[in-house]
């Protein structure tokens, strides 16, 4: 299956919070995170405490590489098959975990964290 991306249909210009959250749900919509995800700052530091289906979590934030951004895109048909339209380009994603912490001393040890690691060897390789 191929996939076109293209620009955003609507300008979003409200800056939305984007979550990745360590678990399964049979779910791919837009979902009321405010109200139905539990979170708390942790005093002096930048990572949030969080509860999800009755799991506690640690959230710290995660952003893009130099030279990289941050897209979250939406499926539609198009007139060639299916189209991905960038949806918002948040600055940041929230990265939980529920089995290790990830405040500043940890954030390199989340899962997104240690994938874009490759990036930066695929840039060195590139660039070599």
Not at 24 to 36: D, L
Not at 73 to 97: F, N
Request: charged share 30%; with cysteine.
């Amino acid at each position: 299956m191929s996939y076109t991306i293209g620009p955003a249909q609507k300008v979003d210009t409200e800056k939305k919070e984007v979550h990745s959250i360590p678990c399964s749900v049979q779910y791919t919509g837009p979902a009321e995170v405010s109200s139905n995800f539990i979170r708390e700052q942790i005093d002096g530091e930048s990572a949030e405490r969080g509860m999800f289906r009755g799991r506690g979590m640690e959230g710290a934030e995660w952003k893009a590489p130099e030279g990289y951004e941050i897209h979250v895109l939406k499926e539609r048909k198009g007139p060639k098959g299916v189209m991905l339209d960038i949806e918002s380009r948040p600055d940041a994603i929230r990265v939980w975990q529920w089995d290790r912490t990830c405040g500043e001393d940890n954030a390199d040890r989340t899962t997104i964290a240690r994938a874009s690691a490759y990036l930066r060897i695929a840039q060195s390789l590139a660039d070599d």
